[in-house]
T-cell receptor
């Protein structure tokens, strides 16, 4: 089964607007993490939300998690041109022992126009 | 702030050649990972490593792949005989608790 599917695939907004990206998953998880990737670059960890949490904030980021619907959203408020990047959700499930692999979605390409 | 580093940033190799991708995880982290991202596709899990042994590997991680932590700092991914389809960005990650921290990646191009 596919895990961590984001929508929309692409989002274009004006600077100052809010951007909302959604992620759905299929299996149970321990936590869900959001990452940003600038074109051709590495993955930057943004925020982690545990399966027993419903909402979390970090600066201009707000993440929600609904485990009953197996979905999460990432809200970026007051967007800036520098927020232009791909955003990925990744689900973590401890499959036993020390393993805690991440399963990534395809990502949302966010473009913030100045 | 400590970070995961990877070398080289870009590696070009001929099909059939061996490559070694190097990573230096964050020093007090205990769990190490390799992922890859083929251009335009999802980031995919390859292998996890803990206590000097593989704890899980994906079906991508066949016998052409191996990982090693030869000393207290480096963590390497070796591909014995590269194929065209191995061309991708390879990311190393490490964690101590829940968050995985990723390196900047090595872009591998197999010609």
């Amino acid at each position: 089964s596919q895990q961590g599917e984001e929508d929309p695939q692409a989002l274009s907004i004006q600077e100052g607007e809010n951007a909302t990206m959604n992620c759905s998953y299929k299996t149970s998880i321990n936590n869900l993490q959001w990452y940003r990737q600038n074109s051709g670059r590495g993955l930057v960890h943004l925020i982690l939300i545990r399966s027993n949490e419903r909402e979390k904030h970090s600066g201009r980021l707000r993440v929600t998690l609904d485990t009953s619907k197996k979905s999460s959203s990432l809200l970026i408020t007051a967007s800036r041109a520098a927020d232009t990047a791909s955003y990925f959700c990744a689900t973590a499930k401890n499959s036993g022992g020390s393993n805690y692999k991440l399963t990534f979605g395809k990502g949302t390409l966010l473009t913030v126009n100045p | 702030e400590p970070e995961v580093t990877q070398t080289p940033s870009h590696q070009v190799t001929q099909m059939g050649q061996e490559v070694i991708l190097r990573c230096v995880p964050i020093s007090n982290h205990l769990y190490f990972y390799w992922y890859r991202q083929i251009l335009g596709q999802k980031v995919e899990f390859l292998v996890s490593f803990y206590n000097n042994e593989i704890s899980e590997k994906s079906e991508i991680f066949d016998d052409q792949f191996s990982v090693e932590r030869p000393d207290g700092s480096n963590f390497t991914l070796k591909i014995r005989s590269t194929k065209l389809e191995d061309s991708a960005m390879y990311f190393c990650a490490s964690r101590r608790q829940n968050e995985q921290f990723f390196g900047p990646g090595t872009r591998l191009t197999v010609l």
